[in-house]
């Protein structure tokens, strides 16, 4: 059987739901508090009532960010100030 790409995310869900569950229980039986890291992109959002605009979105397949954001206490965004300054 050849599969197609989206057969393979949708296989690799499997895999996801295995590593929420796998950190469900360091938070329940052990108390740990877990941090997920991942790149960004920037998405064209379409609002229907306001005008479209850029947001942040994880660098994942969209069932993956979905499945992730649903279970996520929170979603935040990091990104780091650069200063220059000039040697007098």
Known sequence: MR?????????????????????DSLRTERHMATILV???RVERFEDPESSAY?????????HATA????W???VLFATRRFRTQAKM
């Open 3 to 23: 599969w197609r790409l989206w057969q393979s995310y949708i296989a690799a869900l499997g895999f996801w739901r295995q590593i929420v569950d796998a950190l």
């Open 38 to 40: 991942a790149h960004s």
């Open 54 to 62: 850029d947001r942040y979105t994880p660098r994942m397949h969209k």
């Open 67 to 70: 499945l992730l954001t649903e």
């Open 72 to 74: 996520a206490d929170a």
